[in-house]
């Protein structure tokens, strides 16, 4: 049962975005990230909510190494692609920009393609995919990230959670979205297990010596100075239960980030220099958005991905077990629960909020935890 405190969506809204722009950030950007935060609450991805509004955006805002104001300038345009640099701004408004155009390319041409360089963070990967399913388009995206993942048979963090989005539209109620790291866990995930106090479960989480770590603490300590790994979907360090399949997923994403922009890869992500000062991360986003209407009709495409996912949540099920989930699903339900509740803030992000409220000097009360 959930014993958090609620706040609702709009104050958390309307705080989050008079939050950004005390730290530079325009309003009209500032809208977007908020959203794209609340985005992770609404589908119960708490990892990439606001529970990461200060560490991941406003610190690094602080320290140095995401401009609040984003510069984007399109270095190459076709008809049906975008090659964008972000210039180290808030990777979320530039991904914001870049579905719009080509969203509005693939509605002319049928399909289109953007690459993003020299970007930040770009908060869900669901939320640029789902852009396109609500247009009746599917949405495909991925990034690259800090380094996470180790190879099968290695113990090396070389490649970042990098997740491969694609979000489809239905004649249900919800599209279907599969958002999710290529690692068992996504960094995030433990960035969270370790602010609430919890172990992250045994198997995710490799050391240099092959052995399990479960102390989320000392595992973001180990990530930063390499002496551990997340293990690929699958598992590793060997390839016993397939890890492989991870790995590889990991790899295409990395370099589908990487290569269409022309950016940084893998150790170039740090944010960290080679003499360990903080620099920018200069990740890299590509996003893909197909138009049915180009093929058998958007009508056709709803129905038939709809048939396939009652289909599935229709099969028999196994013992002990009263209901299938397709991908979104869980998400929508989440959000039925919570569309009139709130957010659900845990003690840490409680503290940052009064925090960062009290350092700008912000009008708010938040009676449903002081």
């Known amino acids: 049962m959930e014993t958090r405190p ?14 950004f722009k005390g730290y530079g950030v325009p309003e009209e950007d500032a809208k977007i990230c908020a959203d794209v935060l609340l985005e992770s609450d609404r589908r119960g991805i708490e990892s990439h909510g606001c529970n990461r509004f200060k560490p991941i955006y406003i610190d690094r805002i602080v320290k140095g190494t995401l401009l609040p104001k984003t ?6 345009e076709t008809p049906t692609t975008v090659l964008m640099d972000a210039h180290n701004g808030m990777g979320m408004v530039a991904s914001y920009h870049m579905m719009k155009k080509l969203i509005e390319k693939a509605k002319t041409y049928g399909m289109a393609g953007g690459a993003i360089t020299n970007s930040t963070h770009y908060g869900i990967a669901g939320y640029w995919a789902t852009m396109a399913s609500k247009e009746g388009m599917v949405g495909i995206t991925g990034t690259n990230a800090r380094p996470s993942i180790a190879p099968t048979f290695g113990v090396e963090n ?6 491969l989005t694609f ?13 999710c790291a290529t690692s068992i866990v996504q960094r995030g995930k433990i960035e969270y297990y370790a602010r609430i106090g ?19 603490k000392e595992i973001l300590k180990m990530l930063v100075d390499g002496t551990a790994a997340l293990a690929p979907l699958g598992g590793g360090p060997g390839d016993e239960m397939c890890g492989y399949k991870g790995y590889g997923y990991a790899a295409v994403v990395e370099i589908l980030s990487a290569a269409l922009a022309g950016g940084n890869f893998m150790k170039a992500l740090t944010g960290v220099s080679p003499e360990g000062k903080p620099q920018m991360y200069g990740l890299g986003h590509f996003f893909f958005v197909v138009n049915p209407e180009a093929f058998a009709g958007e009508d056709v495409f709803r129905r038939t991905a ?6 599935l949540r229709a099969s028999e099920k196994a013992p002990g077990y009263d209901r299938i989930y397709t991908a979104g699903e869980k998400e929508y ?10 957010v659900p803030v845990s003690e840490a992000v409680q503290k940052e909020i009064l925090e960062v409220r009290d350092k700008l000097g912000l009008p708010y009360k938040f009676e449903e935890f002081e």
């Open 306 to 311: 709809g048939d396939i996912c009652r289909a």
């Open 158 to 163: 070389m490649m970042g959670t990098n997740p």
């Open 333 to 342: 339900l989440v959000w039925l629960e919570r569309k009139d509740k709130g």
């Open 198 to 216: 919890k172990d992250t479960p045994a198997g995710m989480v490799v050391a240099h010596d092959g052995s399990t770590v479960t102390d989320s």
């Open 6 to 19: 609620y706040v609702s969506w709009e104050k958390m809204n309307a705080f989050l975005i008079d939050a």
């Open 71 to 76: 510069e984007m300038e399109i270095l190459k």
């Open 167 to 179: 979000a489809l539209p239905t004649d249900e109620e919800f599209p279907f979205c599969i958002d």
